[in-house]
């Protein structure tokens, strides 16, 4: 069978660092000391310094943007969030794609898989894309859509089936979200915390049988029992409404085990030398070392993008797997997690071979 290759990694994010703005604003949307208090408790337990948006923060303590989106008492719409998703994806999107080197070779491009699920236009930010980077008219489109912090896993799966049975194929992915979007304006607690997560990113990677970089040994995919409402998004009147359940964490600890052992069969986890696992969270980040009984760096890399950029849906895990790739390991067995609405586990093995990373 064809092997199939993540031959190389590219990332980018928006201008504005907005993390610390955020902090210091949302205590203002909260009603009592209390919860204002514990607020910025659990927001310094986050181990997030940075997180970035193409809004950009106003410098007034009682305003939070420039360009006055998020106005007490008038958030926008959906329809106004889906205009600016459109105007602002593509710019990303394209930082991300240069930095790939891929309009240099756009010509050999075989296949174009987009996952998001921040925002939705048609004709859609895949076509846009193919006419600005001047792909053939024939290459194969596939939207990954609405699958949440997990959706880089399914794309990379379907690059690699699409590897192994058509030999010359080049798949390029791209994992945007433009998740500061959909902030809304609210006085729950638990949803305040939820948005200090959250991010703007955009990864896009290359898929092929080319023998560089990280090979793609297979896939696992579980649904994790009594857990269906732990994590939902759906789409409201005032942008999508994200829904994280505390219980996140132990019910991923609870099924782990047994969801990754099922994807190394006959191997022993002690025999995985690379962990990239999506930071979904410091909780998240948690229960999985713990319930896998991992090393104490084990993490680092995910650990390390949290803290950079906070979580930035399905574009985290590729962020993860760069600053892997970046590290240039030896030759190593691999192991990526992701988690989404479901609730959802998704696992791929790989390896990094002899040969790997050419000089």
């Not at 889906?82 to 296949?111: K, N, S």
């Not at 008219?137 to 990954?144: D, H, I, Q």
């Not at 099924?255 to 962990?275: A, F, I, K, Y």
Request: hydrophobic share 45%; glycine share 8%; net charge negative.
């Amino acid at each position: 069978m064809q092997p199939a290759y993540i031959n190389r990694i590219a990332t980018a994010v928006p201008t504005f660092d907005v993390h610390r703005k955020f902090l210091e604003y949302a205590p203002s949307m909260l009603r009592d000391g209390r919860s204002r208090r514990l607020f910025q408790r659990m927001a310094e337990r986050a181990q997030i310094d940075h997180r970035f948006s193409y809004i950009e923060p106003h410098p007034s303590p009682e305003l939070l943007d420039r360009i006055g989106l998020f106005r007490p008492g008038a958030f926008p719409d959906t329809g106004q969030r889906m205009r600016l998703y459109e105007a602002q994806a593509p710019i990303l999107a394209l930082e991300a794609l240069e930095a790939l080197g891929i309009t240099r070779d756009a010509h050999e491009i075989t296949h174009f898989v987009v996952t998001t699920c921040t925002g939705f236009y048609a004709p859609g930010l895949d076509l846009e894309l193919m006419a600005r980077l001047g792909l053939p008219p024939g290459v194969e489109r596939t939207l990954v859509g609405f699958m949440g912090c997990q959706a880089a896993l399914p794309a990379l799966k379907l690059a690699a089936h699409i590897v192994r049975s058509q030999h010359r194929a080049r798949v390029l992915i791209l994992n945007l979200e433009l998740c500061t979007l959909h902030l809304q304006e609210t006085d729950d607690l638990e949803s305040l915390l939820t948005f200090v997560l959250f991010a703007d990113g955009c990864a896009a990677s290359l898929v092929s049988g080319e023998p560089v970089g990280l090979e793609i040994l297979g896939f696992r995919s579980t649904v994790l029992p009594d857990s269906r409402d732990q994590i939902a998004w759906r789409i409201g009147e005032s942008g999508f409404r994200m829904w994280l359940d505390g219980a996140v964490p132990a019910t991923i600890a609870k099924g782990l085990p047994g969801h990754v052992q099922g994807l190394l069969g006959s191997r022993d986890s002690s025999e995985v030398g690379l962990w990239a696992v999506h930071p979904g969270g410091r909780s998240v980040l948690d229960a999985v070392e713990d319930a896998l009984r991992l090393d104490a760096t084990a993490l680092d890399a995910s650990r390390a993008t949290l803290r950079a950029y906070g979580n930035m849906s399905s574009a985290t895990m590729m962020f993860v797997l760069g600053r892997l790739m970046e590290a240039r390991p030896r030759p190593s067995l691999g192991c990526a997690l992701a988690f989404g609405p479901g609730l959802t586990a998704e696992a791929m093995l790989f390896r990094v071979g002899e040969g790997a990373w050419p000089s």
